[in-house]
Each structure stands twice: as structure tokens, then as C-alpha cells.
């Protein structure tokens, strides 16, 4: 039996992240062969998350990350199963490296495919898998692209926004925040007016309808007065309309504007765990 060397167990262990246990044994199990010890350790994660593959995965790490000029953004959400895990500190690294991948990265396939040292996204999911014991897979992946993007993450890495702005000027970085923290706090269903879906349009109608008729509205009213309680629902509801939690008394988009005349919000993306 090939005789293994505390350096070869710590060696194996930086670059898979399991522990010294698992690491001896699957070096003894490997005969000392470095890559087939890999191997093993990639084997019993596909294990584990076979056997896993129905739990829920609703905690985790949401990270975001914007790139060095601040004209693209990414956010991801590295879920697991317990908040215990979702603390630690090397899945929360983890999170911060797979986010800084997905800054060159299209959509989540072309994520899931990119290369982490010397292996997929994917195939690094399975590993720490096997590592952590527990279902380990990406829950939200997205990214925004404008003149200058800007990130804000909520303390616990719980949720995750990033704002997009019109131009990279005085007053953008500080700006961009501010409105991540509202789309945070606040969870706009949409930009503006022209983002929110049809369909829910339609059941706001209704839903206002069936309210007015219960107040005993005439019938002929009911239109008008629905389209009136529409236009406060896309104050309440869309990010550019809402009043800004740092000053209720303009919006968003005016706060904007008090940055710079030109500027506007062209884009905003938020990611949160549950």
C-alpha cells in the first residue's frame, strides 16, 4: 500500500475542499495517484446528490458582482439546504468566486458549462456536493448590462440587487446603490409602466373591479375608478415610480435625476433566497 504523506492529504484537500478524512481515504483508495483521488472524490459527490436530488435547496448565499468599469453585473444564488451551511465561510467564498465566473457569462447554461479550475461549474457543484453533504446547485443567475451598473447585498447574503443607470457621471456609484437598496427592501414586480406583464395588469383590473362592487359601485363606474386604483398600483409596484425610502416625497426617478438631470434607471435585477 502506497504510504500517504500528510502534504499529499492537504494538497488534495485545498483543491477539493473535503475534509482530511475523505481525503485520506480516497488518496489510500486512489494508491496515492493525485488525479484518481480527484476522481473518487467527484464519484461520491454524484452519489450524494443523486441520493439528495429531491430535497429543497432554499437557503444559500446570494452574491453580487459587477465587473472592473462597472458596465456589467451578475448576481448568484449558491443554494443549499441549511442555514448552518449557508453561513460557513468557504460556501460563502465559493458563492464570491462562481459569481465573479458568471460576470463572462451569457446566460446560466453558458455558466453552468465554464470552465473552474479545470473542470465545469456544474461538475464543481457535484463535487462540493459530495464535500458538504448536502444538495448544492445555482438557484438564480442573472446579469445587466448599461453604462454603469451598480450592486447592493443585504446583510445575511439573503438577497441581491443590481441597478443599471443611463451614464457612468458624478454621483452614479452612490446613485446606483441607493436604488439597489430600494429594489432590495421594496421588490418592485417591474421597471416601469411598460415592464409589468399583461396578465397582471388584467387581474389588477379585476381585482379592483371585484373590490368596487362589493362597495356597491355602479357597474358603469367601475372601468375608470379601476383604472384610477392601476395607476397606484404601478406607484406602489415599479421601481422608478416608487417613492424613494430615502425620501418619500420624490420617486425614484427623481431622486435619480437630482444626481444628474440625464440620468435615468434603464435596468434592475433582484435575486432572493425562498
Do not use: W
Not at 489510500?28 to 464519484?43: H, N, P, S, T, W
Not at 462562481?98 to 456544474?122: C, P, Q, R, W
Not at 388584467?202 to 384610477?228: F, H, S, T, V
Not at 424613494?244 to 435625476?257: E, H, R
Request: with cysteine; net charge negative.
Amino acid at each position: 500500500m502506497a504510504k500517504i504523506t500528510a502534504a499529499e492529504v492537504n494538497k488534495l484537500r485545498k483543491a477539493t475542499g473535503a475534509g482530511m478524512m475523505d481525503c485520506k481515504k480516497a488518496l489510500v483508495e486512489a494508491e496515492g495517484d493525485f488525479d484518481k483521488a480527484i476522481e473518487i472524490l467527484r464519484k461520491k459527490g454524484q452519489k450524494v446528490a443523486a441520493k439528495r436530488a429531491d430535497r429543497d435547496s432554499s437557503e444559500g448565499a446570494v452574491i453580487a458582482k459587477v465587473n472592473g468599469d462597472n458596465s456589467i453585473g451578475a448576481i448568484v444564488s449558491l443554494n443549499c439546504e441549511t442555514d448552518f451551511v449557508a453561513k460557513n465561510e468557504s460556501f460563502v467564498s465559493l458563492a464570491n468566486e462562481l459569481a465573479e465566473i458568471a460576470l463572462a457569462h451569457a446566460s446560466k447554461e453558458d455558466f453552468l458549462a465554464a470552465d473552474f479550475n479545470g473542470i465545469t461549474v456544474a461538475e464543481k457543484l457535484i463535487e462540493q456536493t459530495g464535500v458538504i453533504g448536502e444538495k448544492i446547485e445555482i438557484g438564480g443567475f442573472e446579469k445587466i448590462e448599461a453604462p454603469f451598473v451598480g450592486s447592493y447585498i443585504h446583510a445575511g447574503n439573503k438577497i441581491a440587487t443590481l441597478v443599471g443607470l443611463s451614464a457612468n457621471v458624478d454621483g452614479a456609484a452612490v446613485a446606483a446603490k441607493d436604488v439597489a437598496m430600494q429594489a432590495a427592501a421594496m421588490n418592485p414586480v417591474a421597471l416601469n409602466e411598460e415592464g409589468v406583464d399583461q396578465s397582471v395588469i388584467d387581474k389588477e383590473i379585476e381585482i379592483a373591479k371585484d373590490q368596487l362592487r362589493a362597495e356597491g359601485k355602479p357597474e358603469a363606474m367601475l372601468e375608470n375608478i379601476a383604472k384610477g386604483k392601476l395607476k397606484r398600483f404601478f406607484k406602489d409596484n415599479t421601481l422608478v415610480n416608487q417613492a424613494f425610502i430615502k425620501d418619500n416625497k420624490q420617486s425614484v426617478a427623481a431622486y435619480v435625476k437630482s444626481v444628474d438631470n440625464n440620468l435615468s434607471v434603464t435596468a434592475f435585477s433582484r435575486v432572493a433566497l425562498g
